[in-house]
């Protein structure tokens, strides 16, 4: 199976998967911010299994192992806008947000529907409009 992934920045980058199938283990070493442009992916940890679509947009823990499942669907490859959410864009993020003071461990993946949804659609759909 071929894999291609196209760096937008050090921390964006379009990820595709041509043909087949693709499984890997993995633990993430950053928080990553997913959009789905087109294919599935089913992504099972010890606690759920997840299917994510064309026009997901959801965020996978770091230091969290999970199996990740991808595949092409309609004819179409597996392809996601994928950004590293790292310490500095984090910070960054959060430091023109109000936060209340309140640790709720995160250990499973979410889907992203909250507030900030906005944000980051935005800016992923700036990266890929970049693309064109």
């Known amino acids: 199976m071929e894999h291609v992934s196209k760096y937008i920045t050090p921390e964006i980058k379009l990820s595709c998967y041509e043909d087949k199938f693709s499984r890997t283990e993995i633990v ?56 590293l959410l790292t310490e500095k864009i984090l910070r960054e993020f959060y430091s023109s947000v109000e936060v209340k003071i ?20 935005d800016r992923l759909s700036a990266v890929v409009k970049d693309l064109r």
């Open 102 to 121: 309140k640790v709720t461990p995160m250990s499973r993946i979410h889907s992203i529907i909250y507030p900030h949804q906005n944000y980051w659609s």
């Open 28 to 83: 993430f070493d950053h928080h990553m911010l997913i959009w789905f442009i087109s294919g599935e992916t089913k992504i099972v940890q010890s606690d759920a299994t997840h299917i994510f679509k064309t026009g997901d947009i959801f965020l996978i823990p770091r230091n969290k192992p999970a199996t990740i499942i991808n595949y092409p669907k309609d004819g179409l490859p597996h392809k996601t806008v994928v950004m």
